[in-house]
């Protein structure tokens, strides 16, 4: 199903805002994002059984393109538990106001908080499942720093959601 997904990352107000407009169905999710210190020390998300974990495998390519104006590194990925695999492309170019809460806290899957990646943005990616069927496919088309809006959530069905959600036994 095609859609367009709007992602707010408000680190000034410690803020997220995520949009689905899917055409007929309209959906948001707003989140806290909590103090770095209330997250020091706690364990990133991984949803992974204790044993037998692998750790997702990510391989730089050699391959580069610019994306939205910034020079991105390709990478595969490769996730040996959950087979998905694909290509990340990641800049380094950008510096946004974010830390690893972004990510390990958010659900996100577990390549975006492995440190090959860490001080990177990925601006592109194409995830296939283990039948080698594509799963995702997403490419930023825009970047706006330090711009002043104001975001219309008329029509979406908002839903708050806690920013530890991920990690359902805390």
């Not at 899917?22 to 364990?43: H, L, R």
Request: charge should be negative; aromatic fraction near 8%; glycine fraction near 6%.
């Amino acid at each position: 199903v095609a859609m367009l997904i709007s992602s707010i990352y408000d680190a000034t107000n410690k803020v997220f805002l995520i949009l689905t407009d899917m055409g007929a169905m309209k959906m948001g999710i707003i989140s806290d994002i909590p103090d770095e210190e209330s997250v020091e020390g706690q364990a990133a998300v991984t949803n992974r059984s204790a044993e037998n974990s692998s750790e997702p495998v990510i391989t730089k390519t050699g391959n580069s393109k610019i994306i939205a104006g910034y020079r991105c590194d390709e990478y595969n990925f490769r996730d040996p538990e959950t087979r998905e695999h694909g290509n990340l492309w990641v800049t380094r170019d950008l510096k946004l106001k974010s830390d690893r809460r972004t990510y390990a806290k958010s659900g996100a899957p577990v390549y975006y908080d492995h440190p090959e990646l860490a001080d990177g943005v990925v601006l592109a990616m194409e995830s296939y499942n283990e039948k080698n069927e594509l799963v995702l496919k997403s490419e930023t088309k825009e970047i706006k720093m330090g711009v002043n809006h104001k975001i219309s959530t008329a029509g979406y069905a908002l839903r708050q959601m806690n920013f530890n959600q991920a990690q359902a036994g805390k």
